[in-house]
Nanobody
């Protein structure tokens, strides 16, 4: 599967952005989808993940309550709605896909190594 992320940009602190990740192929709903980010000089970190059917979401603590991950399987697209953005959210955001038979999120869904496919990153910059 090929992934194409979009929607990044420059926003002031407190603002919002919505990232999209469009997937090619006809088996999008065989994959859990995740968002990761990497800030300059820092390691890549897990942001959020959503189960195959979209009913289960997982977030890292720093974004819980501000970010919402969702997916539209009819459109082969996963979204990351980011509200109340902070300067520390500045990073390159990448989407990723992991094929799984489970309707749950796998135990290791927060690990980048779990994912099979990656899209290119999209830059999010939050000014103070």
């Amino acid at each position: 599967v090929q992934l194409q992320a979009s929607g990044g940009g420059l926003v002031q602190a407190g603002g919002s952005l919505r990232l999209s990740c469009a997937a090619s192929g006809r088996t999008f709903n065989d994959y859990i989808m995740g968002w990761f980010r990497q800030a300059p000089g820092k390691e890549r970190e897990f942001v959020a993940a959503v189960s195959r059917g979209g009913t289960i979401q997982s977030y890292t603590d720093s974004v819980r309550g501000r970010f919402t991950i969702s997916r539209d399987n009819a459109k082969n697209t996963v979204y990351l709605q980011m509200n109340r953005l902070k300067p520390e959210d500045t990073a390159v955001y990448s989407c990723a896909a992991e094929r799984t038979m489970s309707i749950q999120l796998p135990m290791a869904h927060m690990s980048a190594e779990q994912y099979d496919y990656w899209g290119q990153g999209t830059q999010v910059t939050v000014s103070s």
